[in-house]
Every structure is written in C-alpha cells, then in structure tokens.
C-alpha cells in the first residue's frame, strides 16, 4: 500500500521510476538519520492544566516512573501563573528532553472569567519565541531548545456531574494551538459506574460545545489497532502515585485507603499506563501536530506584518520585494511620525512663547499702575509739604507779631513782675504745644 502510494506521487509529480541493477548502498539513509537522532536527541513538552490538588505533579511522576521534586502551591494567589521545568532522561541509549509547564492557581480566584488568558499567553509565547528563531539572519534551529507545547494535559475534577464553565472556555480557546487530553483526575475518588457515566458525559459535552480534542491516528496499520482501542478510553481516568506499597512479595506503586489499595500500573484500576502507552506511541504524531498548529500561527502572524506568497494580479511575490516594500512603508511612515512630533514641538513652542509675552505684558501693565500711583502719592504730599512750610510761615509771624506786641502793652502798663512773668510763662507753653502737636500731625500726615 505505501509503496504504490509512492510511485503514484512520483509519478504525479513528473519523476520516472527506475530500477536498480545492483546494490548502490542509499537504503541505509534511514539508519542514518536514527544514529543522528539518538545522538541529538528528543524533546518533549507537556502542558498540565488543572486546579491545585488535582494531582498533576503525582501524575507526570507516575507516567515517567521518576519522582520530580516540586514545591507545593497556594490556593491564595490573585491570578493564573505557569511554572516551567525542564529535566533530562535517558532510557536505553535514548535522551529525552522533558519540559513539564503546570498552572499554579488555576481555579483559585473569585473572578475566573479571565483564568485561562495567561495559558493562552504562555503557549503563543512559544510560538512567537520559535518564529523569532527562523526569522534570524543566523539561526540554529537544529540546536535550539523548542518550548512549543506538544501536548496539553487537561485535569478534570472527579465530581461525576459535568464539565465547569471555566473548563469549556479554557479548553476552546486551547483546541486550535494544542493537542489536548482531557483527563479525570483522582478518578479513585468515585465509583465504576459513576465514572463511566462521567465519561460519556465529558465527550457528549466537549461534542456539544465544539471543543476539539487529540484523537490517536488511524491511519497507519502498525499501531492503527491499539490507538482505535486507546481512542475510545477518553477522558482517561488516572491516579498518581510515586509511594510503594508491599502487596504479596513485592513493592508496587499505589494508593492505600482503609477500604483497600489502588494500584498505579494496573489498568484494571486506573488508565494511568493507558495515558502512559499513547503519549509514547503517538509522540511523534502530537509533535507533528504541533507543527500544524505552529504553521498556522506562523501564517497569521506574517499576514499580519504584510507578507504574501502572490501579489495583487496573482504573480508570485519573493520575500526581498516583500521585505524592502515593508521597509520603505516603515520609512514614510517614521518620516511622517517626525514630522508630526516636529509640528507638535512648534506648536507647544508657540503656545508657550505666547503665554510668556502676555504675562509679561501683564508685569509691565501692573509696573506703569504702580509707576503712575507713586508720582500721584509724590505730588500729594509735595502739595501738603508746601501747605505745612505756609502754615509754619504764618505761624512764626503770629509769633514775632504777638511778642512785640506784648513787650510793648508791658512798657504802657507797669504790672507786677511776678504776675506779667508767670503770664508769659504760660503763654510760651501754650504756643510751644500748639506749634509741637501742628508739626507732629503734618509729619503723620506725611509718611
């Protein structure tokens, strides 16, 4: 079947199909590129949603049978954050890069309208981290560490009614960038029935809303069968554990409650080593459709920045023209964003100078006010300066006038001397205070 597919799309594609006469040695190309990838090696990204305690770190534990140590969280944070770990593994000769991202406080805050957006964030982060990497004039992609989120394992509390609001709005914002399985986490926790009906009751609402989940790949006879089998085990209910528990002669991995044991690895009691066995078949498979979910990331995001494949009269456009077209818009449109900070600057420099020259205008206004009342305070008092000389004038006539005419009544009528001096006496007292309290109220009015 695959070998006559492949002659139809070399013929398809204008290539004549040969053959060989002998041994040319090409066949081992696909030893080749094992050999370089065992060197390289893989990596792997797992993105574990679910609410604190749900059990997401036993569960990545239990599915690589390696205890990774993880601090506890808080049910007290004010929004949604992811922790990333990377670990190295080795199985064989095979090295594995492992990247486990898991949501802190997913669930915990009053207002969960917004809860899944810093997920949203986090997985285009990736994409947008990856796109820089190609763009670069220097690149290594071969040696670059790709974060891009391969698989995104959804944890479903066990409560055996129905999928919460926050579930279907998280995982139909997440179906179109990552594969993502749902899972039933401490599936322990009710019955058999009630977890089957539970079950049918998750896909027949994930169907009803629209939410797309992975589906194992049919296609490929060699594990066509188990991944049919597989496909039909969704949600998967898991139990993790990494605590050993003595049962008969030997220590196997399991949870132990008064009214029995859970054994981790049997699939009769949880599908632990049902998630495990489809993760590792189909690893290649979630990674290609990762790369699927990239391309289309990838498309949206050069559109954006005004890449095209064909031009306007549908002629193919290389990337230089679309680059230097980029460039020269970019240009004019800095040239134009100058010009209209310039303008701006003008027109501020304007306003200001014009604020500055009015209240300048108004300081010389208010000093000509102040100018013009002090030469009418001057002329007020030089006015009453000259009333006050007149009075002092007249009253020092008064003075002389009164004198002479006392010295002479004194000559005419002879009077006592003690009388006529105790007499003028009082009369100089009389004119000394008169001529003191007229002096000290013109220098009042005055100053």
């Known amino acids: 079947m695959a070998a006559s597919d492949t002659e139809e799309h070399l013929q398809n594609a204008g290539c004549r199909t040969l053959s060989l006469s002998a041994h040319v040695g090409f066949d081992s190309l696909p030893d080749q590129l094992i050999r370089k990838s065992i060197k390289h090696g893989f990596c792997f990204n797992i993105l574990c949603i679910g609410e604190t305690g749900i059990g997401k770190s036993a569960l990545v534990s239990s599915l690589f049978n390696t205890d990774f140590e993880d601090s506890p969280s808080t049910h007290f944070l004010s929004s949604v954050r992811l922790r990333a770990q990377t670990f190295e593994l080795q199985e064989s000769n095979v090295l594995l890069k492992l990247t486990v991202v898991k949501t802190v406080g997913f669930g915990d805050q009053m207002n969960k309208a917004d809860s899944y957006q810093p997920i949203v964030d986090y997985v285009d982060a990736q994409f947008e981290a990856y796109l820089e990497e190609e763009l670069k004039v220097i690149r290594s992609l071969f040696s670059y560490h790709d974060t891009r989120i391969h698989v995104c394992l959804y944890f ?99 949870r132990q409650y008064p009214w029995g044991i859970v054994k981790v690895e049997n699939e009769n009691h949880c599908d632990t080593i049902k998630l495990r066995r489809m993760l590792c078949i189909n690893m290649e498979d979630l990674k290609d459709k990762t790369r699927a979910y990239y391309e289309s990331y990838r498309r949206c995001r050069l559109e954006k920045l005004g890449c095209r494949d064909i031009g306007p009269e549908n002629k193919s456009v290389s990337l230089q023209e679309v680059i230097e077209t980029k460039r020269l818009e970019f240009c004019l449109e800095v040239e134009r964003k100058e010009e209209e900070i310039w303008q ?35 002329l007020k008092l030089g006015k009453e300066k000259n009333l006050l000389e007149d009075e002092k004038t007249q009253f020092v006539e008064k003075k002389a006038v009164t004198e002479s005419s006392q010295s002479q009544v004194s000559v005419s009528s002879p009077v006592s001397l003690k009388t006529q001096g105790l007499q003028k006496v009082s009369h100089q007292r009389a004119m000394r205070k008169f001529f003191t309290f007229t002096f000290i109220t013109q220098i009042a009015v005055i100053f």
């Open 156 to 254: 479903i509390s066990p409560t055996g009614r129905s999928l919460k609001t926050i579930d279907l709005l998280t995982m139909r914002s997440l179906d179109s960038k990552v594969n993502i399985i749902p899972v039933i986490g401490k599936a322990d926790s009710i019955s058999k029935t009630e977890l089957q009906e539970f079950k049918k009751k998750i896909m027949s609402e994930l169907t009803s809303n629209g939410i797309r989940i992975y589906q194992c790949p049919t296609d490929d006879e060699t594990v066509s069968e188990i991944n049919s089998i597989t496909n039909g085990y969704l949600p998967f209910a898991v139990v993790g554990s990494m605590e050993k528990v003595k049962i008969g002669n030997k220590m196997e991995r399991a």
């Open 344 to 378: 701006r600057f003008v027109q501020r420099v304007k306003e200001k100078a014009a604020m500055l020259e009015e209240a300048e205008q108004q300081v010389l206004t208010e000093f000509e006010h102040l100018a013009l009342m002090h030469q009418e305070e001057e």
